[in-house]
């Protein structure tokens, strides 16, 4: 057996003895597959609530990148990363997501978000976002821009220079006062 072997083994062994210990199960890797749980009706619902929420706090984006925020609203949650991904919700009208090219057809498969917007690996992906923000601001004002909190600073600096028309806040009242109620049907 060589050494790579081994700790294949090795490593699903303990995997599977950790289950146990918990009483989980946990699917063969080539099995696993992230895809929304819920029906898509649900995240629709979501976001419509979201949008409503915006209203009622005369806000007219919600921006969030990774996180459960993402999950919630999305349907999936491609995890953190070095590369820009960031889900933008206006106020009316549909969510836009800004991801890698190379990751676009796995966040059309496993979210319920239809406008994926992917960047190349050359490309600025801030210019993707600008173009997004840009067609997402309301007309002949200042758009306010809902941050969702654990959005990373280096991502707000970037943020605020792609949308420099934009206002930002803190997105923490927007996507708090959402989750309590939720209860899928």
């Known amino acids: 057996m060589e050494r790579r072997e081994f700790l294949a083994v090795a490593g699903a062994a303990t995997l599977a003895l950790r289950n146990a210990e918990f009483g989980t199960r946990t699917a063969p890797p080539a099995t696993r597959v992230q895809s929304p749980s819920l029906g898509p009706e649900v995240f629709t619902r979501r976001i419509a609530r979201l949008q409503q929420e915006l209203k009622t706090q005369k ?3 919600l921006v969030v990148e990774p996180s459960t925020n993402f999950q919630y609203f999305a349907g999936y949650n491609p995890g953190r990363s070095e590369r820009l991904i960031l889900l933008m919700v206006p106020v009316d009208g549909a969510p836009a997501l800004v991801c890698p090219s190379f990751e676009v057809e796995r ?3 496993n979210s319920v978000i239809a406008d994926v917007r992917g960047w190349e690996e050359q490309e600025d992906p801030w210019r993707v976002v600008r173009g997004a923000g840009n067609q997402l601001k309301p007309a002949h004002r200042q758009g ?5 909190p654990s959005t990373s600073y280096q991502s707000f600096l970037n943020l605020t220079n792609a949308l420099g028309g934009w206002k930002f806040v803190n997105g923490a009242s ?3 006062r959402l989750r309590p ?3 899928p049907a």
């Open 181 to 183: 109620d939720d209860v």
């Open 107 to 109: 966040i059309k498969r």
């Open 59 to 61: 806000l007219d984006l």
């Open 174 to 176: 927007v996507t708090e």
């Open 144 to 148: 306010t821009a809902a941050v969702e």
